[in-house]
Every structure is written in C-alpha cells, then in structure tokens.
C-alpha cells in the first residue's frame, strides 16, 4: 500500500495555504509569520501548527485562530489547488499495477473531503485519514489506524511524503518512506530520515518502487 500526504505531495495547496496563515493571523491583531515560518507547520494538525506559530496565546486564541484560519482559507479558494504534475497518472498506474492507495493528511476531514470532491476523486483512495480524527504527525497513530483498517502489515506500506513529519511518522510507525522535493521541507531535513528514495516529480515513484514490490 502506497499512502500519500496531500497537501505539497500530491496538492499544489502550499502558496494558498501561506496566504491564509497570513492574513487570518494578521485580522487577530497578530504578527503574520513568515512565508518559510506558515509553510514550515504544513502537515502538522491545525492546533499543533498554530501552537508551533504561537506558542505564548491563550488557548481561547489559539482556538480562535484556527477557526479563523480555515474560514480564511475556504473564502480564498475559489478554485481547488491543482495537483501536481504526473500526479493523477501516477496515481492511475500505481493502481494498475495493484496497489492499495491511502491518504494520510492535516487537513481536516471536511477539507480533504470538499477537495476530493471538487477534483472528481471521491472514493479513488482505499482509505483516508485526518489529523482532526487522530493523532497529528509525526505521532504514528494515523498509519497505525490505516494499516489496521485495511488489514496490512507495517512491511506492506511506504508513506510519501514533503515534509519530515510524514517521514518522521513513517519511522516511528515502522513504514518505509519515500521524500519528495517538491514540496515544504529540503531534500537534506527529508534525508535525515532515511528515506529509501527522493524524487523529483511524482511519475518517478513508478521507478522507485520496483515491479516485484512487497508494498502491494
């Protein structure tokens, strides 16, 4: 089984996902981070990530901010971030050549849900996961309840991923894992983790994983 982080992996969401860090921070009366500081937490839960951002708010504000955070960000998307490029075809191979294909994301369930739907993808996943029905990366909750729900060992699953909280929780749930460069996090914080690949574009996965894989 192949599972996908979504956002800077499969997603082309980071640049709209910034701009709504930015400006939901900015109408609390609080300093907008960074470009490099809200593209940074992208694939934390949203409390995790903003209590990264903020760490000294109250927790009424900390709650505030992410409520205002994701208003925010479904006012600007006025279209859904396009996927990657070779994503959809690589998804399609992947599947062709039987493979089972999850999602484990930060999103919310009703984001990731209001996403695939818009991009005719609802159901095309064996299964999904939500930081907001789970444990955030880079606990390893979340793959523990994927490999559980579907039935496959630790040995039969690789995580791909953009940033080191995928990789970090592939490792900690004992799952190989494979980077890409795309996204969020540089190649040398991906390595760290050990990753059994990095690639460059999406159709190189089909080269990464070799035809006799045991991940189907």
Not at 9 to 27: M, R
Not at 107 to 133: I, N, Y
Not at 189 to 203: E, F, G, N, W, Y
Request: glycine residues 8%; negative net charge.
């Amino acid at each position: 089984m192949i599972v996908f982080d979504w956002d800077g992996t499969l997603s082309d969401s980071v640049a709209q996902i910034v701009v709504a860090v930015q400006q939901a921070a900015t109408g609390m009366g609080l300093k907008a981070p960074s470009d490099a500081a809200a593209a940074n937490i992208i694939g934390l839960g949203l409390r995790e990530a903003m209590a990264r951002l903020y760490p000294d708010i109250p927790d009424t504000d900390l709650v505030a901010m992410i409520q205002a955070y994701s208003r925010t960000y479904v006012a600007n998307e006025q279209d859904v971030p396009a996927l990657f490029p070779g994503a959809l075809e690589t998804l399609h191979e992947l599947r062709a050549r039987g493979y089972g294909l999850g999602v484990a994301t930060g999103k919310s369930r009703r984001g990731l849900d209001r996403v695939l739907g818009k991009l005719g993808l609802e159901g095309f996943f064996d299964v999904t996961r939500c930081a907001d029905e789970t444990r955030s990366k880079p606990h390893p909750l979340m793959l523990e309840q994927i490999m559980a729900e579907q039935s496959v060992a630790a040995e039969r699953v690789v995580m791909v991923g953009d940033t080191e909280y995928d990789l970090e929780m592939a490792s900690n749930a004992g799952v190989a894992s494979i980077g890409v460069s795309f996204g969020v996090h540089s190649v040398e914080r991906l390595r760290k983790h050990k990753p059994i690949a990095v690639v460059d574009a999406l159709p190189e996965l089909l080269e990464a994983l070799p035809e006799d894989s045991s991940w189907r």
